[in-house]
Structures are given as C-alpha cells and as structure tokens.
C-alpha cells in the first residue's frame, strides 16, 4: 500500500496570514493528489484534485502543487471558516489511502 | 444535484452484522462507482472499497475482506455496506462517497456504528 505522510499534524495560524500543509507519499503517484478540509461532524470536501486543480467553489485562496512524491496545499489570507482538518489522499493505486491528517487553529 | 443521504446511526452487539445504506439521487446510478469509506474518532479516513452499480463489480481494500460486504439495488438507487462479525474496532462513521475528477467530490452525511454489549 502506498503510505501519505503528513505534516504538521497540528497547526496554529493568525487571520490572513499564510499556511502550508504537506503531503509525502511512499512511491511516485504521479500527481493523483486530492486535498479535503473536513469540519467537526461533517463529511470531508474536496478542495483540490490531480495536485493542484481547484473543484468547484472552493475559494482561490486554496492552492496545491507538487509532483512524485511531493505535494502540499497552501491557504492565502487565512480566513476563520478555514479552521479545519485537512486531509491528503492518493488515487494512483488501489487501495486508495489517505494521509493522518493536519488539524488547523486560530492562533 | 448530486445528493447521497444515508441510513442512521446504529448500535449493534459485538459478533453480529450490520447493514448500513446510501440512497443516490440526482446523477445515473449505474453509471459511477460508489465508494465505503471509515473514519474511527480521532484516526484519520481508511478506504474500504467500491461497487459499481451498473454491473456489480466490486473491490476491496484486502483490510476488509470478509468484514465488508458491498451491494446495490438499481431499482431504488441504493448502495449498502454490510460489516459483519463487529468488534470495537469496527466503531466508526462510515460515509459512502462518489468520485468526480480525481478525488471524492460528493459525500454522505455519514453513519456511525457503535459496537456495544
């Protein structure tokens, strides 16, 4: 199985500023990269596929890049409704897995 | 729109079996995989595998072969997963999921299966 780590698991920001989050796979996935934010009690969103392709709605502050066996999600002007879990996840090979997740607070 | 609204929580005795449901509406059915996935409290998500409704096919993570058991019932649009001979560590919330792109675009709402004497 192809093992995501990552980094941090834990994170503290101020309003408006910038953060990353990053994401190491065990073997080349080729940039079958998504991002989710989930919130306390909800289901998981995606915000970015194929690395760094943003879905619908989600704001331009999101953004990821990478490629191999690197990626990373950064956020732009951290806004409060930001406060989340961010998970990784890789869709090149089956099963499917997901990194333990970045758990994002307001400093 | 893509909605996926699934059954309610359940709490269920250690050793027995479980069936848990995921009624799709506002796309074809029988045209996309549907995906199981696990989420225990505080863990991260643990992917457990996929029916394809049109024609049945399936496949699992090998972590939960034998434990989870996937169908679809065309007629009504509904994907269920059967877990079976439940332990603690099958307590969990469970979300059936859809993929658009590359990544799971639409979500349930979730189950949560509380193993229990």
């Known amino acids: 199985d192809i093992q995501m780590t990552q980094s941090p698991a834990s994170l503290s920001a101020s309003l408006g500023e910038t953060v990353t989050i990053e994401c190491l796979a065990s073997?080349?996935?080729?940039?079958?990269l998504a991002w989710y934010q989930q919130k306390p009690g909800k289901s998981p969103q995606l915000l970015i596929y194929?690395?760094?392709s943003l879905n619908d709605g989600v704001p331009s502050r999101f953004s990821g890049s990478g490629s191999g066996t690197q990626y990373s999600l950064k956020i732009n002007s951290l806004q409060s409704e930001d406060v989340s879990i961010y998970f990784c996840?890789?869709?090149?090979?089956?099963?499917?897995?997901f990194g333990g997740g970045t758990k994002l607070e307001l400093k | 729109q893509v909605q996926l609204q699934q059954s309610g929580a359940e709490l269920v005795k250690p050793g027995s079996s479980v069936k848990i449901s995921c009624k799709a509406s506002?796309?074809?059915?029988?045209?996309?995989?549907m995906h199981w996935i696990k989420q225990q409290p505080g863990n991260g998500l643990e992917w457990i595998g996929w029916?394809?409704?049109?024609?049945?096919?399936?496949k699992y993570n090998q972590k939960f072969n034998g434990k989870a058991t996937l169908t679809a019932d065309k007629s009504s649009s509904t994907a269920y997963m059967q877990l079976s001979s439940l332990t603690s560590e099958d307590s969990a919330v469970y979300f059936c999921?859809?993929?658009?792109?590359?990544?799971?675009?639409?979500w349930g709402q979730g189950t949560l299966v509380t193993v229990s004497s």
């Open positions: 999921a859809r993929r658009k792109r590359g990544g799971f675009a639409y």
């Open positions: 506002g796309y074809t059915f029988t045209s996309y995989d």
């Open positions: 029916i394809y409704p049109g024609n049945g096919n399936t």
């Open positions: 073997e080349d996935i080729y940039s079958n």
């Open positions: 194929y690395a760094n």
């Open positions: 996840q890789q869709n090149y090979d089956s099963p499917w897995t």
